[in-house]
Nanobody, 127 residues
């Protein structure tokens, strides 16, 4: 069983930055492909980005491309989501998720491909 705990959310003004962290336990992070998702009020949860096991591949939703960056430190069992130039429409609960199945230079964007989920951290961007 894998436990994921997100942190780093908060209130920020438009144009500002935040870095979210996702600490994993129960399994070595290097054996997991990791993703970030978000759910805005009244909307369905959506894909934000993902990173392959060895950090070779990252993939982002068009809405965050060029502003958000995913990285991972397998030694610390932690994945990060650096969010720059935040916009009010980025307001959401952000979740990290772990995919135990996908291997190699592949990442997936479907929620059904992820096996473990964190509890989420709230990000609010004020205009």
């Amino acid at each position: 069983q894998v436990q994921l705990v997100e942190s780093g959310g908060g209130l920020v003004q438009a144009g500002g930055s935040l870095r979210l962290s996702c600490a994993a336990s129960g399994r070595t992070l290097s054996t997991l492909t990791m993703g970030w998702f978000r759910q805005a009020p009244g909307k369905e949860r959506e894909f934000v980005g993902a990173i392959s096991r060895g950090s070779t591949i990252t993939y982002y939703a068009d809405s965050v491309k060029g502003r958000f960056t995913i990285s991972r430190d397998n030694a610390k069992n932690t994945v990060y989501l650096q969010m720059n130039n935040l916009k009010p429409e980025d307001t959401a609960v952000y979740y990290c998720a772990a995919d135990r199945t996908t291997l190699g230079l592949v990442v997936r964007r479907s929620q059904s491909d992820y096996d473990y989920w964190g509890q989420g951290t709230q990000v609010i961007v004020s205009s």
